[in-house]
């Protein structure tokens, strides 16, 4: 299965500023194409019925779903891919559950873990926090510029930058190499998300250009 999309987006209903179908579909409408559906708190019924209701609005706007952590959950609705934390099951196991046809995501916050899930047969990673979560310290400091330019050198598969991501410094991160961003709030906490999402996508698409251009330069 393709890895088309730049912007990977990740769910918090806590954050979001509207119901999540709602936002999700707000999203889906300002142009995102990979939604993951990250609710670790939720009893693995109320998981199982969001999950379903996501993945009928995703195929409605041709988008692939991803279920974090939960690869029974993500097998039961058909999603397009799975997304395992350091407390999932490994790669190796689940790719054994899923198929081959199934992407599979992990979350990644050293070039020793991003490596292991490439050996492990990932086909994309996240990657961070590359910036500072003030309100989030216990995911970690900012891995750094050196860090994130190494890991996009070492690895080969799809890598999303993560934490902290906003409009303001997109550009720095697909100059480092990432293949991609992973955001929650930058997206989810604003008011019109619908909006929000375009002109991200419209700045990685201006970017990604430049980029480009900067490279057939060198």
Known sequence: MAIDFRLYLITDRKVATKPLPEAVRLALEGGVRAVQLREKDLPVRELLSLARELRAITREYGAKLFINDRVDVAVAVDADGVHLGHQSMLVEGARKVVGKDMLIGVSTHS????LAAQRGGADLITFGPVYE???KLQHGIPVGMDVMKKVNIEVDIPIYALGGV???????????GFYGVAMISAIFGVEDITHETRKMLDGIGLIEKIVCQECGRR
């Open 111 to 114: 070039i020793d873990e991003a």
């Open 133 to 135: 979560i003030p309100s």
């Open 166 to 176: 906003k409009r303001g410094n997109i550009r720095s991160l697909f100059g480092a």
